[in-house]
């Protein structure tokens, strides 16, 4: 229980940092903050102690079955990094473009349009 | 002079080959170990990034030009795609229609393998556009903002 | 051999072929796209009033596999996306000359049509938030797309809210599946009726409804989330302001708080929370017909207006599903929440067709007299004839003038609302129906008729190729306001199997897993 609670608190984390913070650079480095946290949740419900791969192999017993790692969450969390790999690619070059732009990563400044 | 220095260059032009190896045995086999087409076009591109990082983004583009990356970045994708498409004259789309072959064997398992292969062209090229894209902006902006500074 | 899969197949393979083949051949990304959404379009339309299909990819049966689910909802979904898809890449063909990098924005369209038919098609809770990013990053790049300092500010704050939407709804599909150990719809929502029927929800799924409820309230930008869309809508070039209100935030948004919560969590009596769901529903849906509405009087850019406006609209939409959720719930008359749904549903077809063209009108207008501002134009009626009547009769129809479509689908909303007994919420409903009238007077008097403005003087009727799209728009509005009183059994056989879908959860689970 607590892993889940330490996964909610990475994300407030990145949360706040999205929030709180004027710089450009510094909201996606929140926004990358909580797709981690994310991340980490998925890893930590396909969890298991002493868990071995999932691969079945001639002569293994019904036994070895109980100690397979579920492999789904991780196939998630591999697609959902690509994902968010993609995004910050994305991010990271509308920032660069935003700075040709106005000289700053400040969205104080940068922040004309009005909601 | 571009890039970094003569030790770094030297050690990156032995290097890059062995990794370029490396990545094509991690695509070749991901089907047997793990990797696949993902982790093995992830370092395939890590060759290039580091082609880039020794020698100035001039050398890495003289090994593959940035059209030629869109090209197969597109390429890889449509492949991935076109497989999808064989298997839908089987009945259903990415149905793995070609023989499964003997366990542990290189040609086995049908179509995993050339979709690894897709893959593999697919998340290398793009990586390494990315990443190119990215270091061609950093010179144009951050240039300006130096200039700022000083001024 | 069914062909579902192609609607995802088809506009991938172009979205990857128009950037290729653009190096060499520059008119690639016209052709292809034309092409693939004319075909995908007969095939959407093909498809109504077909039986429901579902189809296994790499032929793995349902709760194992990844299934491909086009019934009802989905069909109907798929109609408006690429019916009206098509018709803003024709209206790109001229529109879009001004721009440079063309094939790019081919590519990105078709990925983004990509994405939205694969949400609609997708039975499998993570399947739908990939093709979700998909089309939403697709939209990120289209919206700054013109790479000017406005256009910029609009992505990147639409980016930053829509990767906080996706972290929400990636976090729900995480604990859907923690706790009930599959991703397959069908497969969740059976878990769900069996193991949690009549229980107190599991505070986890109560967690995941809420997660759910706010990413997908994002996507479809209900009020409390909606401060990308006054700046995204109008920075985007026309075609994608059109399809983003048209479809993408309908496809995203409205399609997948639809799926999830009718067809998985369940409204039925004994399904947990379900009451506590309904009520947010229609809470954001009355915010959002307040606030959009109110803030739609006071904009004097034309395109920002149309936002605003679409923040409205979208909330009579949910407000409509909301209402229906609601008596499911607590367990009224199923024709009561039939009829809610069925004008919920009815307004969104309506106002796909009606917001699109209006975003189409606008950008025609942008183009003959190069600004949006409304205190510079006026008297379009005689300088653009087809585009002002176009305009017109979109702005009657969604204003809810009577002979036109959008009165027909208020009406049964509010008709809807009020048998069901939320007597306040119906005379908002009602009072902020004339203050959409009130906006679309102003519309006309500033932009189509009146004193010939500043800008205006040299404008010319837009070329064939912009007013075509129009002008078809515009004969669905007219048509579906016509057709919904005289020929009621039409309606019914477009948006009847959609509305049992939602109806009828357990329909659902026997159509996926049989």
């Known amino acids: ?115 | 002079m571009k890039g970094l220095t003569v030790i770094v260059k030297t050690i990156t032009d032995f290097v890059v080959a062995f990794i370029v190896i490396f990545g094509a045995y991690i695509v070749l086999y991901g089907h047997l170990t793990p990797g696949g087409g993902f982790a093995g076009g992830v370092i395939v591109a890590c060759a290039f990034i580091l082609l880039m990082l020794g020698h100035g983004k001039e050398v890495a583009f003289s090994r593959l030009g940035e059209r030629m990356g869109h090209v197969l970045d597109s390429a890889g994708a449509l492949a991935f795609l076109l497989i999808g498409w064989i298997g839908l004259a089987g009945g259903y789309f990415f149905l793995n229609v070609f023989g499964r072959g003997d366990q542990f064997r290189l040609l086995s398992s049908g179509m995993i393998l050339p979709a690894n292969i897709a893959i593999a062209f697919k998340v290398g090229t793009s990586l390494f556009i990315v990443f190119a894209a990215l270091a061609v902006f950093r010179r144009r902006s951050f240039r300006s903002m130096i200039e700022d500074e000083l001024s | ?514």
């Open chain 3, 1 to 514: 051999m069914n062909l579902v899969p192609l609607f995802v197949a088809i506009p991938l393979g172009a979205a990857f072929l128009i950037p290729m083949i653009g190096f060499w051949w520059k008119k690639s990304g016209e052709v292809l796209s034309t092409l693939s959404m004319v075909a995908l379009s007969v095939m959407a339309l093909a498809s109504i009033g077909a039986p429901a299909v579902v189809h296994h990819m790499g032929g793995w049966a349902a709760p194992k596999g990844i299934a491909i689910v086009a019934d009802g909802l989905s069909v109907l979904l798929l109609v408006a996306v690429n019916v009206i898809g098509l018709l803003c890449i024709i209206f790109s063909l001229k529109y879009m000359r001004e721009y440079t990098g063309l094939p790019k924005y081919y590519g990105l369209f078709m990925l983004m049509v990509a994405g939205m038919n694969g949400v609609v098609l997708s039975g499998d809770l993570f399947n739908l938030f990939v093709f979700l990013e998909i089309a939403s990053v697709a939209s990120y790049a289209l919206v700054a797309f013109g790479v000017e300092a406005d256009e910029l500010e609009a992505g990147f704050k639409y980016l930053i809210l829509g990767s906080v939407a996706s972290v929400m709804i990636l976090f729900a599909v995480g604990t859907v599946y923690a706790v009930t150990g599959s991703l397959n719809m069908a497969d969740v929502s059976r878990t769900i009726a069996a193991e949690w029927a009549g229980t107190e929800m599991n505070p986890a799924l109560l967690l995941a409804a809420a997660l759910f409820l706010m990413g997908f309230s994002l996507k479809a930008a209900l009020v409390p989330f909606h401060a990308w869309l006054p700046d995204a809508h109008p920075s985007a070039p026309a075609p994608i302001s059109a399809m983003l209100s048209g479809v993408v935030i309908k496809s995203l948004g409205v399609y997948a708080i639809c799926r999830v919560f009718f067809n998985v969590f369940g409204f039925a009596a004994t399904s947990p929370g379900s009451v506590i769901i309904a009520n947010s529903m229609i809470g954001f849906s009355v915010l959002s017909i307040v606030v959009g509405g109110l803030a739609a009087v006071g904009q004097w850019d034309l395109k920002r207006l149309l936002a605003y406006s679409s923040i409205g609209q979208i909330g009579y939409v949910t407000l409509g599903l909301g209402v229906g959720a609601r008596v499911l719930a607590t367990g009224e008359s199923t024709t009561l929440a039939a009829l809610a749904i069925f004008g919920g549903l009815f307004h969104l077809v309506n106002h796909a067709a009606f917001k699109s063209l209006l975003f189409l009108s606008s950008g025609a207008i942008q183009s003959a007299t190069g600004t949006r501002d409304m205190k510079l134009l006026g008297g379009l009626k005689e300088r653009m004839p087809i585009t002002a009547t176009t305009t017109n009769l979109a702005a009657l129809s969604i204003a809810g003038v009577p002979p036109f479509s959008g009165f027909w689908s208020k009406l049964i909303i509010i008709v809807a609302v009020v048998r069901a007994g939320h007597f306040g919420i119906g005379a908002v409903a009602i009072a902020m129906a004339f203050v959409t009238l009130v906006y679309y007077v102003k519309v006309q008097k500033s932009v189509l008729f009146g004193d010939v403005g500043r800008s205006v003087e040299q404008a010319r009727e837009v070329s064939p190729a912009m007013y075509v799209p129009l002008v078809l728009l515009a004969v669905v509005c007219v048509g579906f306001g016509i057709l919904a009183v005289t020929q009621p059994a039409i309606g019914e056989r477009m948006l009847g199997p959609a509305r049992d879908v939602l109806l009828n959860s357990a329909e659902y689970v026997k159509l996926v897993l049989g």
């Open chain 1, 1 to 115: 229980m607590t892993v889940y609670f330490l996964c909610v608190v990475l994300l407030t984390m990145g949360l706040y940092c999205l929030v709180a913070k004027k710089n450009i650079v510094k909201k996606v480095i929140g926004i990358v903050i909580m797709e981690y946290a994310v991340n980490l949740y998925l890893i930590i419900v396909g969890y298991k102690t002493g868990g071995v791969a999932p691969i079945v192999e001639p002569g293994m017993g019904e036994t070895a079955l109980e100690r397979f790692v579920d492999p789904l969450p991780q196939a998630l969390v591999l697609t959902s990094i690509v994902i968010g790999l993609g995004v910050l690619a994305l991010m990271v070059s509308m920032c660069i473009r935003l700075y040709e732009k106005h000289g700053t990563f400040d969205m104080s400044h940068i922040s004309k349009l009005r909601g």
